[in-house]
């Protein structure tokens, strides 16, 4: 287990505290969508962080091309239709370039700072010529509107009971899921990002924000500078 990071809960639990048999269970809402209509039909994508296959399966259904790495073996297994990558993030070096890099579930958030810039730099050296890299943010009061809960159609409940600091702008997030018959319960190291650190977290990684996705601006699409700078020219040129 992570130093900061801990979970609870029946069957296995991956070094960051996630446990498996709950990621299992956890319902999918409009992500695959947003993702869809972000991307060209048919895309390739490197899913950084796929956990047990919650957007990768959606996705596949969905008629894209989904390379799944997780640094949970147990998390894999879970995948079904997609090739599996077991790997941290951070390190990831495939030798080959996909029309979409995608890091989700608030990864960008990472407490350790060179953590972060080893998973932006992982997504950059994976991104093709004029591809994309989709990129999913924590909501602007995600450490401050707590404890909150929600109660997900399918009968649990989320709760997210505090994010206390522990020093560097970091804060040491807690969550409980309850089911029926078995709770979960993860604490994490989450960083914060305001909208300019968010940009400037990718700017020094060499990517730039094409455009939010969504309008609470969670899920964003990034280009890589060079790419984006190359695009303009060549409409100044037009």
């Given at each position: 287990m992570?130093?900061?990071?801990?979970?609870?809960?029946?069957?296995?639990?991956?070094?960051?505290?996630?446990?498996?048999?709950?990621?299992?269970?956890?319902?999918?809402?409009?992500?695959?969508?947003?993702?869809?209509?972000?991307v060209p039909?048919?895309?390739?994508?490197?899913?950084?962080?796929?956990?047990?296959?919650?957007?990768?399966?959606?996705?596949?259904?969905?008629?894209?091309?989904?390379?799944?790495?997780?640094?949970s073996a147990e998390m894999l297994e879970r995948v079904k239709g997609a090739r599996t990558i077991c790997s941290p993030i951070e390190n990831l070096d495939l030798g080959?370039?996909?029309?979409?890099?995608m890091l989700a579930s608030f990864l960008v958030h990472a407490g350790d700072i060179e953590v972060r810039r080893g998973l932006l730099r992982t997504c950059v050296r994976h991104v093709a010529p004029g591809g994309c890299v989709l990129i999913q943010r924590e909501g602007e009061d995600y450490h401050t509107n707590l404890p909150r809960e929600r109660i997900d159609p399918s009968g649990f409940t989320v709760r997210m009971v505090s994010a206390e600091p522990v020093g560097d702008g970091v804060d040491s997030v807690r969550a409980e899921y309850v089911?029926?018959?078995?709770?979960?319960?993860?604490?994490?190291?989450?960083?914060?990002?305001?909208?300019?650190?968010?940009?400037?977290?990718?700017?020094?990684?060499?990517?730039?924000?094409?455009?939010?996705?969504?309008?609470?601006?969670?899920?964003?699409r990034a280009v890589?500078?060079?790419?984006?700078?190359?695009?303009?020219?060549?409409?100044?040129a037009d």
């Open positions: 992570r130093e900061g990071y801990e979970g609870t809960g029946p069957g296995a639990i991956t070094p960051d505290g996630c446990a498996v048999e709950l990621y299992s269970r956890l319902s999918i809402g409009q992500e695959p969508d947003i993702i869809a209509a972000a039909a048919g895309a390739r994508i490197l899913e950084l962080g796929s956990g047990v296959g919650r957007m990768t399966h959606p996705l596949l259904e969905r008629g894209f091309t989904v390379t799944a790495v997780d640094e080959e370039t996909f029309d979409v890099v089911f029926p018959d078995a709770v979960w319960t993860q604490t994490f190291l989450s960083r914060p990002l305001t909208r300019d650190q968010f940009e400037e977290a990718l700017a020094e990684a060499g990517l730039k924000v094409d455009s939010y996705l969504t309008p609470d601006r969670i899920w964003v890589a500078v060079a790419v984006a700078e190359g695009d303009e020219e060549a409409e100044a």
